[in-house]
């Protein structure tokens, strides 16, 4: 889910990564939404790094988002 592409409504304009399917995005303005389309993986997107813990193996499986420096530690 962190590396996946966003959208964000902002003012009655969806902003939409560039990778999201252009067929999708043409159904939106179809639908009369506003869309301001912008670069893949942008920061205007924000950023998170994420840790989740296996309940039942306690394995840690961390994710970095590729948007920002940083990286999922955990012990």
Known sequence: AIEAPRI??????LHVEGRIDKNVIKQLISFGH?????NDFDNYFG???????DAKTGILHGGADSRRDGVAVGY
């Not at 964000?8 to 304009?13: A, E, M």
């Not at 506003?34 to 912008?38: A, G, L, N, Q």
């Not at 950023?47 to 813990?53: L, P, V, Y």
């Open 34 to 38: 506003k869309v301001k389309v912008r």
């Open 8 to 13: 964000h409504c902002l003012k009655k304009v």
């Open 47 to 53: 950023g998170a790094q994420g840790i989740f813990i």
